[in-house]
Nanobody, 129 residues
Framework: QVQLVESGGGLVQAGGSLRLSCAASGRTFSRYDMGWFRQAPGKEREFVAA????????RYVDSVKGRFTISRDNAKNTVDLQINSLKPEDTAVYYCAATRSSFSLFSPLRNTSQEYDYWGQGTQVTVSS
């Protein structure tokens, strides 16, 4: 069982930056691949980024490549999402999620919400133009 709590959201002007953080409970954090998703009003939840258990592999949706960076600290049980060059279309509730790692070097990181088992409550990011 993993409990996730996000923080760091807020209101920011376009072009600005935010750093979202997700704190995980439990002693088995390093057994999970972690992901960030977002959901804008009236839209489906969308994959944003994922990182594997060892931080040796990352995956991003094309729309955030070069602007978002996912990282994790297994000693602190945290996973962060650094968001730069924010755009109004980045406005959404951002969710942290966890899925048991396959520990495979050949499997791509999961990028659908159905593949993730544990979710945080979300943190709102609003970007003004």
């Amino acid at each position: 069982q993993v409990q996730l709590v996000e923080s760091g959201g807020g209101l920011v002007q376009a072009g600005g930056s935010l750093r979202l953080s997700c704190a995980a409970s439990g002693r088995t954090f390093s057994r999970y691949d972690m992901g960030w998703f977002r959901q804008a009003p009236g839209k489906e939840r969308e994959f944003v980024a994922a990182i594997n258990w060892s931080a040796g592999s990352r995956r991003y949706v094309d729309s955030v490549k070069g602007r978002f960076t996912i990282s994790r600290d297994n000693a602190k049980n945290t996973v962060d999402l650094q968001i730069n060059s924010l755009k109004p279309e980045d406005t959404a509730v951002y969710y942290c999620a966890a899925t048991r790692s396959s520990f495979s070097l050949f499997s791509p990181l999961r990028n659908t919400s159905q593949e993730y088992d544990y979710w945080g409550q979300g943190t709102q990011v609003t970007v003004s133009s």
